[in-house]
């Protein structure tokens, strides 16, 4: 069985930072990547960003040098460092960890970025 974590998430003001951290845990075989996602409400929940075990980055074009994805670190670990916030970037989001052929998910963290 494998667990994954999200913490971070809370209430911020425009052009302000905040910083999401995802933990796997379980029986983890063979992590491949992990990413992030977003979901406002009614919006397609999104890719933000991934990482994966060889050091490899993908970001969405709206979080292009705003957002930066850490590595992975040994205990499976990644944070999400997110910068220059919008109100825009206000969703749920949510951690995914690709282990094997296999998906999992987070329950997601509310990120709201108002006055």
């Known amino acids: 069985q494998v667990r994954v974590v999200e913490s971070g998430g809370g209430l911020v003001q425009p052009g302000g930072s905040l910083r999401l951290s995802c933990t796997a845990s379980g029986s983890i075989s063979m992590l491949l990547a992990m990413s992030w996602y977003r979901q406002a409400p009614g919006n397609e929940r999104e890719l933000v960003a991934t990482r994966n075990v060889l050091g490899d980055t993908n970001y969405a074009d709206f979080v292009k040098g705003r957002f930066t994805i850490s590595t992975i670190s040994a205990d499976n670990t990644v944070h999400l460092q997110m910068n220059s916030l919008k109100p825009e970037d206000t969703a749920v989001y949510y951690c995914?960890?690709?282990?094997?052929?296999?998906?999992?998910w987070g329950q997601g963290t509310q990120v709201t970025v108002s006055t």
């Open positions: 995914k960890s690709r282990i094997g052929a296999s998906d999992y």
